[in-house]
């Protein structure tokens, strides 16, 4: 008997997640060694992210669209990958120079917070290029714990601690639900590789399966609960009310591309043949997230809990373009590279405003924002502006985006529904900027904000209008990156 040959190590495909990891480290041991504060130790973290990025560029030129697998399979070197790896990359970045004030706060702690931001994306990127079942579970977990300590780190109330403990328990369950998947779909196929499912499917012809379909269910499930996807959001209200302002729009930004990117492997590349089955039952979820996330969102008067169930509703439409096949998966990602932006520079604005520690923020604190600080005021109103999807800023063309394939792919009445979903949506983030605007303010005291976290908001107000005037480089970018 010939051995099978040894899998191709291929260290270079992982440059990016090896900087991260091993920056972690580097962190860690350098606050136990030096003790050289938290203002040096943000700086290299923030280096380490830039040589993370720089590779991430060098990789994305270096990939092919239809990829080439690696770690006998474990992974896939893919710009679908790369393109992940470039918005978690992205959107850590913006959020860490927002977030120097929460690092100051945590003190002695700042060197497990900058070590944890670098674990999770390190985490969320391995999720999204696993071609694995086993390895998308070990990238779940590794970015998942990271968020959960994240969550309670500040330890300032009893808030932070309960969203911290509510995220690991359910967080728990929903990695049971995804293993138990796919513990099924190892018994349908007998594999738990996307590529050797599909070509389990290319030789043979299931006349019972019940199983795989109810696998492919739970690993739905077991994904849905990452991107908070109704009915299975219950965490994120009281995780993005009481864990801490200045990296909760991190955490959920980070999470939702992992978790789409997941879903997009899961569904498109391994059970694309199943889409008959599985996309009414998306349509379902994406269709019940747009209507709960809207209607509770308006219902809301603590703006971190509006943008939670905002988050709810716009899983919804992204899982609106994930249901119209491989042919709106463009459309998917252009969707999370905009909205990450806008969410992460919706929450440092809130980190700024109420302080980067913060558990809690009424709507009330933001009456008259403009007058305080027309600057984090309009900051605030573009990012609302662009999740609402209004023209002339990048989430019209994002929302435009995913109808179109909807439409195309047959499902025309959740287009309807998203229609609805999003002129509900209109009415509360306007009601947001009327307060901030049209509303007498709090105090007279102006609301300062730092000069790392006014370049991170001043880029992120850039993209959301300049990408939204002109959207063709970056709808260019995403086509390239999907294999048909």
């Not at 071609?131 to 959960?148: A, C, K, R, T, W």
Request: aromatic residues 10%.
């Amino acid at each position: 008997m010939i051995p099978e040959a040894f899998p191709e190590i291929a260290w270079s495909a992982l440059a990016p997640e090896l900087v991260l990891v091993f920056g972690a480290v580097a962190l860690l041991l350098l606050d136990v060694q030096r003790k050289p504060g938290v203002k040096v130790l943000w700086v290299m973290s923030l280096v380490i992210l830039a040589v993370a990025l720089a590779l991430g560029v060098w990789q994305w030129i270096a990939a092919t669209p239809e990829g080439e697998p690696i770690f006998g399979g474990m992974l896939l070197f893919d710009r679908s990958a790369a393109l992940a790896r470039l918005v978690v990359l992205g959107v850590t970045i913006q959020a860490m120079a927002a977030a120097r004030s929460l690092f100051a706060h945590l003190g002695n702690r700042a060197a497990e917070g900058l070590a944890l931001v670098l674990l999770a994306a390190a985490g969320f990127i391995l999720m999204a290029a696993s071609q694995n079942l086993v390895m998308m579970f070990l990238g779940l977990e590794m970015g998942s714990i990271s968020l959960y300590i994240l969550a309670g780190i500040a330890g300032d109330g009893v808030r932070s601690d309960e969203a911290a403990l509510k995220y690991l328990l359910l967080g728990a369950v929903a990695s049971a639900v995804f293993i138990y998947g796919a513990a099924l779909v190892f018994a349908g196929t007998g594999s738990l590789d996307l590529l050797g499912i599909g070509e389990f499917f290319a030789r043979n012809l299931l006349l019972s399966p019940a199983v795989l379909l109810v696998g492919i269910g739970l690993l739905t499930a077991g994904l849905s609960f990452k991107v908070a996807a109704a009915p299975f959001h219950v965490w994120a209200p009281d995780v993005y009310q009481g864990a801490p302002a200045g990296i909760v729009g991190y955490m959920a930004a980070v999470a939702k591309v992992g978790g789409f990117a997941a879903l997009a492997r899961v569904l498109l590349s391994g059970f694309e043949n199943f889409r008959p089955d599985w996309a009414p039952i998306v349509a379902g979820i994406a269709a019940l997230s747009m209507v709960v996330g809207a209607l509770m969102a308006i219902i809301s008067s603590d703006i971190r809990r509006l943008l939670a169930y905002s988050g709810v509703a716009h899983a919804g439409f992204i899982l609106t373009g994930l249901a119209s096949g491989v042919e709106g998966s463009s459309s998917v990602w252009f969707y999370l590279a905009v909205y990450t932006v806008q969410l992460v520079a919706a929450f440092s604005v809130i980190s700024v405003v109420g302080g980067a520690a913060s558990s809690g923020s009424d709507l009330s604190d933001y009456r008259g924002l403009y007058r305080r600080s027309p600057f984090l005021a309009l900051v605030l109103s573009v990012a609302l502006l662009g999740m609402a999807g209004l023209p002339l800023t990048t989430g019209f063309v994002a929302k435009l985006g995913v109808f179109l394939w909807a439409w195309r792919g047959d499902l025309e009445w959740l287009v309807v529904v998203a229609v609805v979903a999003s002129a509900m949506a209109i009415y509360l983030y306007l009601r947001v900027i009327v307060i901030m605007y049209m509303q007498s303010p709090v105090g007279d005291d102006p609301v300062l904000c730092d000069r790392p976290t006014s370049w991170a908001l001043g880029a992120a107000t850039a993209v959301t209008v300049v990408l939204g005037v002109f959207p063709q480089p970056l709808l260019r970018l995403v086509e390239t990156a999907i294999y048909l």
